[in-house]
């Protein structure tokens, strides 16, 4: 168990590691170097330099990956607007942990440890349609405890999750945050009939008509929409910023837990790469306004951080090239003139 507290450093009470300018210059002076065109291997090229700055080394490595996968359960699931009855969650959690879901087949391909985290699925958050979803104790727990499963020694963290239901907790969060208008960001999260998804808009309006759209603090609007596992999430990733690790979010939910965290503070997600594009209207959305770019778009929206382990092998590759390549001079091979 970590001997911090998520609350004293929600309060500026702990500082948290920035970006070493220092190594990411030494990385890029070394990309400059390689035997290859400047700027060839495209984005391969700015992936190694960042995993440079934050790992701070010259030779970033990802040796030591940890896919953190949190699942909890909803209680707007009620409310019909998921394709899916809330149990889903504890059997797809059974699943992960017998090795047959996606997440589980990615992972061995990757060579990634995968830990499966539930956290009182048997205590499912309140309707936010009706009242905070949980209470402002309750949310710090969930954050407490998404900080304590992260290991101050692996080399990147990747985040995912599991909860039926979770995709219109995170299209609140996102509206609130964003000031957006509901049904330009919800979507049909996993198999929701079209016909549904008013139902999942008019829902998703009321809870926000309840508790409104202005937030000071990160643990209130959790409180007000949020679930466990997405508390957990954001939880994890000021534990990874701590430590100064890299970390792929997946895709909506992730993006919609760690969204929050800048009502803290601004910069609290430089040491984030969002893995890949989301189906669902809301994760274009929230990273156009964080200004961050997806490394990939294969039009997945299952979650269970599969696909920020597929993005881990682009990263993978990126570290491959700028750790082995030779120079032009241990080649002996002519620069360009």
């Known amino acids: 168990m970590s001997h911090q507290s998520i609350k004293e450093i929600l309060n500026g009470k702990i500082s948290l590691k920035h970006f070493s300018n220092y190594f990411a210059n030494c990385a890029k002076h070394r990309q400059d170097n390689l ?31 940890l896919c953190l996968v949190f ?24 699943n992960f942990k017998e090795g047959g879901a996606a997440i589980n087949q990615l ?30 104790a309750e949310t710090e727990l969930a954050m407490q405890k998404g900080f304590d499963c992260v290991p101050n020694d692996i080399d990147l963290l990747i985040l995912g999750e599991m909860g ?3 995709t219109s907790s995170a299209t609140a969060i996102s509206c609130a945050l964003f000031n957006q208008k509901v049904d330009g960001w919800t979507g ?9 998804l008013k139902k999942k808009i008019s829902v998703i309006t009321r809870g926000l008509a ?14 007000a929409f949020g679930g466990r596992e997405m ?47 989301s189906t669902e209207p809301g994760h274009l959305g929230i990273i156009r306004k964080l200004k961050k770019d997806p490394i990939l778009n294969l039009k ?38």
Not at 80 to 87: R, T
Not at 210 to 223: N, Q, W, Y
Not at 236 to 246: D, F, H, M, Q
Request: glycine letters at 8%; proline letters at 4%.
């Open 35 to 65: 035997i290859k065109p400047n700027g060839s291997l495209g984005k391969l090229e700015e992936y190694a330099i960042w995993m440079a700055g934050w790992q701070r080394t010259r030779t970033p490595t990802i040796n030591n990956p």
């Open 210 to 223: 309840l508790h409104g759209k202005k937030f000071d603090k990160v643990e209130k609007i959790f409180s």
């Open 300 to 337: 997945l929206r299952l979650g269970e951080a599969s696909g920020a382990v597929i993005a881990t092998m682009i990263l993978k590759s990126a570290i491959v090239t700028h750790n082995g390549m030779s120079t032009f001079s241990e080649a002996k091979v002519s620069k360009k003139k």
């Open 188 to 196: 049909l999260g996993t198999g929701l009939k079209s016909k549904n």
């Open 71 to 94: 699942a909890a359960n909803h209680g707007v699931a009620n409310r019909g607007v998921s394709a899916y009855p809330q149990a889903v969650t504890g059997q797809m959690v059974k």
């Open 107 to 136: 992972c061995k391909l990757a060579n990634v440890k995968l830990s499966v985290e539930p956290i009182e699925l048997e205590k499912p958050t309140k309707d936010f349609s009706k009242e905070s979803a949980m209470t402002l």
């Open 164 to 166: 039926i239901s979770n």
């Open 231 to 277: 508390a957990a999430i954001a939880g994890a990733i000021v534990a990874a910023r701590l430590y100064g690790i890299p970390v792929l979010l997946d895709g909506f939910i992730s993006t919609a837990s760690a969204a929050p965290l800048t009502i803290f503070k601004k910069d609290i997600l430089n040491h984030c790469l969002i893995s890949h594009l």
